[in-house]
């Protein structure tokens, strides 16, 4: 009698176990662990970027998320993505609240963990079909493709692949671009989860990562081209965070004086002239069309030096708006072709249902005028090199960085600003982004910042040079300037449309293997 009563009351959970193989929710010793996986996943992955800079951490980051998630609804999937999110995002651009609050960084946060939130609902299904690190893999770069265009078009930071932007796997991302370097990071994570299950075909995965690493070194990084002398003027400003807009004649001044500098170098012999010379974003916040002083002070330096220069504007207009620019400025024939931004930061350079969110806070008042939209693609020709040229965030977006390397640009430009973010790891993230574009479009890319992180890049993502922040510096080296294209410019955003849609394929799969 004893026997059967104890047999029949296991048998309940015995039954339990048999559908999915799980142990029933109500067995679980602690049914928070779920919860501290994904928060210690997304913290993780945020040491996968600078300031921590450790890209290895991507694997385990995406694996631990990924065993949280199997076996769970999706519906509590939902909630363990919003949790990682959360806990990626809110170190990882804390820089945020430096010029906007606290409950900017807070919004931000929310929003691209929503995403995640997506991310987390999915995996917990997907996870049922055969072949699942495929389909989570595929997943994570659906998620990132939703999230580098929506709203505002889109915010791509914390991408898996900008995490790789000193990796052995970086040489992938000139195979297809970001999207296929995120892919790989995601599917090698998901044969790591799939290890943990099955620890006996440890060495499986451990060829497979091994794979991985071989095809990237495989790669070729070309890096020679005809060279031509660049110089990078990082000039500094007067003082740390936003307000430093309030000097912006000593702005202007900084940067005058250092090309002035490198002018008197080159005169005195200590210093071979440059080709060209690149100005950062916001070197002039005074438009020299409007405001003769800066122009003469702007039109003096350029003659001083003697070559043409690629200056950082902000100018008025167009109607009661406000452009960012890059404006080539001839030493002869003073300034002509230019480059508008064409990408503004929402709620930075311009402020979105702007009577609707004054409602809610004040700050909306530290952007008084929005920046206008430019609409042609930034290849410039300055001095005798055609170059792309890209406005601080816009190196993170796929397509305004390949449209100038397509447009005819041999070297590209990166033309930032970053004082308003003072020492946070907001300049190092986006220098890393800055590498990983080198490599993938096969170019030298210059960065030019008013305040700093700026470097000189070689095509296999090397920093050839830098300047520390808040330092004035001049940058001056001879750099190759390219004209053949790697594959990841020739395809696009190809791989990226590919893979996300056998994500949605692999998610159909494993809703059928459930259904039946």
Same mark, same amino acid.
């Given at each position: 009698?004893?026997?059967?009563?104890?047999?029949?009351?296991?048998?309940?959970?015995?039954?339990?176990?048999?559908?999915?193989?799980?142990?029933?929710?109500?067995?679980?010793?602690?049914?928070?662990?779920?919860?501290?996986?994904?928060?210690?996943?997304?913290?993780?992955?945020?040491?996968?970027?600078?300031?921590?800079?450790?890209?290895?951490?991507?694997?385990?980051?995406?694996?631990?998320?990924?065993?949280?998630?199997?076996?769970?609804?999706?519906?509590?999937?939902?909630?363990?993505?919003?949790?990682?999110?959360?806990?990626?995002?809110?170190?990882?651009?804390?820089?945020?609240?430096?010029?906007?609050?606290?409950?900017?960084?807070?919004?931000?946060?929310?929003?691209?963990?929503?995403?995640?939130? +997506?991310?987390?609902?999915? @995996?917990? %299904? *997907?996870?049922? !079909?055969?072949?699942?690190? $495929?389909?989570? =893999? /595929? &997943?994570?770069?659906?998620?990132?493709?939703?999230?580098?265009?929506?709203?505002?078009?889109?915010?791509?930071?914390?991408?898996?692949?900008?995490?790789?932007?000193?990796?052995?796997?970086?040489?992938?991302?000139?195979?297809?671009?970001?999207?296929?370097?995120?892919?790989?990071?995601?599917?090698?994570?998901?044969?790591?989860?799939?290890?943990? +299950?099955?620890?006996?075909? @440890?060495? %499986? *995965?451990?060829? !497979?990562?091994?794979?991985? $690493?071989?095809? =990237? /070194? &495989?790669?070729?990084?070309?890096?020679?081209?005809?060279?031509?002398?660049?110089?990078?003027?990082?000039?500094?400003?007067?003082?740390?965070?936003?307000?430093?807009?309030?000097?912006?004649?000593?702005?202007?001044?900084?940067?005058?004086?250092?090309?002035?500098?490198?002018?008197?170098?080159?005169?005195?012999?200590?210093?071979?002239?440059?080709? +060209?010379?690149?100005?950062?974003?916001?070197?002039?916040?005074?438009?020299?069309?409007?405001?003769?002083?800066?122009?003469?002070?702007?039109?003096?330096?350029?003659?001083?030096?003697?070559?043409?220069?690629?200056?950082?504007?902000?100018?008025?207009?167009?109607?009661?708006?406000?452009?960012?620019?890059?404006?080539?400025?001839?030493?002869?024939?003073?300034?002509?072709?230019?480059?508008?931004?064409?990408?503004?930061?929402?709620?930075?350079?311009?402020?979105?249902?702007?009577?609707?969110?004054?409602?809610?806070?004040?700050?909306?008042?530290?952007?008084?005028?929005?920046?206008?939209?430019?609409?042609?693609?930034?290849?410039?020709?300055?001095?005798?090199?055609?170059?792309?040229?890209?406005?601080?965030?816009?190196?993170?977006?796929?397509?305004?960085?390949?449209?100038?390397?397509?447009?005819?640009?041999?070297?590209?430009?990166?033309?930032?600003?970053?004082?308003?973010?003072?020492?946070?790891?907001?300049?190092?993230?986006?220098?890393?982004?800055?590498?990983?574009?080198?490599?993938?479009?096969?170019?030298?890319?210059?960065?030019?910042?008013?305040?700093?992180?700026?470097?000189?890049?070689?095509?296999?993502?090397?920093?050839?040079?830098?300047?520390?922040?808040?330092?004035?510096?001049?940058?001056?080296?001879?750099?190759?300037?390219?004209?053949?294209?790697?594959?990841?410019?020739?395809?696009?955003?190809?791989?990226?449309?590919?893979?996300?849609?056998?994500?949605?394929?692999?998610?159909?799969?494993?809703?059928?293997?459930?259904?039946?």
């Amino acid at each position: 009698m004893e026997s059967r009563a104890a047999l029949s009351l296991q048998q309940p959970a015995e039954r339990a176990l048999t559908p999915s193989g799980e142990p029933p929710r109500r067995l679980s010793p602690f049914r928070g662990w779920r919860h501290l996986g994904a928060v210690a996943s997304g913290l993780l992955l945020y040491a996968a970027f600078p300031p921590a800079d450790l890209p290895w951490l991507a694997l385990p980051a995406v694996a631990l998320l990924t065993l949280v998630c199997r076996g769970a609804t999706a519906r509590t999937g939902a909630a363990l993505g919003l949790l990682h999110g959360l806990a990626l995002f809110l170190p990882l651009v804390e820089w945020t609240a430096a010029n906007a609050g606290i409950g900017a960084l807070l919004a931000l946060a929310l929003l691209q963990a929503a995403f995640f939130a +997506l991310l987390g609902a999915a @995996l917990a %299904v *997907v996870v049922r !079909a055969p072949g699942w690190p $495929l389909w989570t =893999a /595929a &997943l994570w770069v659906g998620q990132e493709a939703l999230r580098d265009r929506i709203p505002f078009g889109g915010f791509p930071w914390g991408r898996l692949a900008f995490s790789q932007g000193d990796s052995l796997l970086t040489p992938l991302v000139a195979l297809g671009g970001a999207p296929l370097l995120t892919f790989v990071v995601a599917l090698l994570a998901g044969a790591v989860a799939w290890s943990v +299950l099955q620890l006996v075909r @440890l060495p %499986v *995965v451990l060829g !497979a990562v091994a794979l991985a $690493l071989g095809a =990237a /070194a &495989l790669v070729p990084v070309p890096t020679g081209g005809d060279t031509v002398r660049v110089a990078v003027v990082q000039g500094n400003v007067p003082r740390l965070g936003l307000d430093f807009n309030a000097q912006r004649a000593a702005v202007l001044s900084n940067h005058v004086q250092a090309t002035r500098e490198l002018a008197a170098d080159v005169r005195a012999g200590r210093q071979e002239a440059p080709d +060209l010379v690149v100005w950062p974003e916001n070197a002039s916040d005074l438009d020299p069309f409007t405001d003769r002083d800066a122009y003469d002070v702007i039109d003096a330096a350029v003659k001083d030096v003697g070559v043409p220069v690629l200056v950082g504007a902000v100018l008025e207009g167009p109607g009661d708006q406000v452009s960012n620019a890059g404006i080539v400025w001839d030493p002869q024939s003073g300034p002509g072709r230019r480059y508008v931004k064409r990408h503004p930061v929402p709620f930075g350079e311009y402020i979105p249902y702007r009577s609707l969110v004054r409602k809610v806070t004040s700050k909306v008042d530290l952007v008084p005028r929005d920046f206008a939209k430019g609409d042609e693609v930034g290849v410039l020709d300055v001095g005798p090199v055609r170059l792309g040229d890209v406005i601080c965030f816009e190196v993170a977006y796929d397509d305004l960085v390949r449209d100038v390397v397509t447009g005819g640009g041999r070297l590209i430009v990166v033309q930032t600003n970053n004082a308003s973010f003072g020492r946070s790891a907001e300049t190092e993230q986006q220098l890393a982004m800055s590498r990983l574009r080198a490599v993938e479009h096969g170019r030298t890319v210059l960065v030019a910042a008013t305040s700093g992180i700026s470097a000189v890049i070689a095509p296999d993502g090397k920093v050839v040079d830098d300047a520390p922040v808040f330092t004035r510096k001049v940058l001056v080296h001879d750099v190759p300037v390219r004209d053949g294209s790697t594959l990841a410019t020739r395809v696009g955003a190809w791989p990226e449309a590919a893979l996300a849609l056998a994500g949605l394929v692999g998610l159909g799969l494993a809703r059928r293997r459930s259904a039946a």
